[in-house]
């Protein structure tokens, strides 16, 4: 099984970058799907994430600006970032959950088990 991010880059504030995670090995249509992100010295942290009835929970720093979708077709799940901030500047993971056909949708990182390799971003001011 392997989830792999892509998209990040380097970008001015207030700009925008869009997020893919595509899975391989398994199929997560009926799993939670999140992302969570990592900035230096700094512990991981939950950013947002979508249940399989498309239910989506997110923190509050990035509401408003960051919307979250999946395409189980795909089976990849997309991080829509606009209005970026300096302090969004991280590395993003993307993560499935373990529990098939929950409507639950997780926010601690013990509570995933599938994760990506990463993809940094970098918003500059």
């Known amino acids: 099984v392997q989830l792999q991010a892509s998209g990040g880059g380097l970008v001015q504030a207030g700009g925008s970058l869009r997020l893919s995670c595509a899975a391989s090995?398994?199929?997560?249509?009926?799993?939670?799907l999140g992302w969570f992100r990592q900035a230096p010295g700094k512990e991981r942290e939950f950013v947002i994430a979508?249940?399989?009835?498309?239910?989506?929970t997110y923190t509050d720093s990035v509401k408003g600006r960051f919307t979250i979708s999946r395409d189980n077709a795909k089976n990849t799940v997309y991080l829509q970032m606009n209005s970026l901030k300096p302090e969004d500047t991280a590395v993003y993971y993307c993560?499935?959950?373990?529990?098939?056909?929950?409507?639950?949708?997780?926010?601690?990182?013990?509570?995933?088990?599938?994760w990506g390799q990463g993809t940094q971003v970098t918003v500059s001011s």
């Open positions: 090995g398994r199929t997560f249509s009926r799993n939670a």
């Open positions: 979508i249940a399989w009835t498309g239910f989506s």
């Open positions: 993560a499935a959950d373990r529990n098939s056909g929950s409507g639950y949708v997780p926010r601690s990182v013990d509570e995933y088990d599938y």
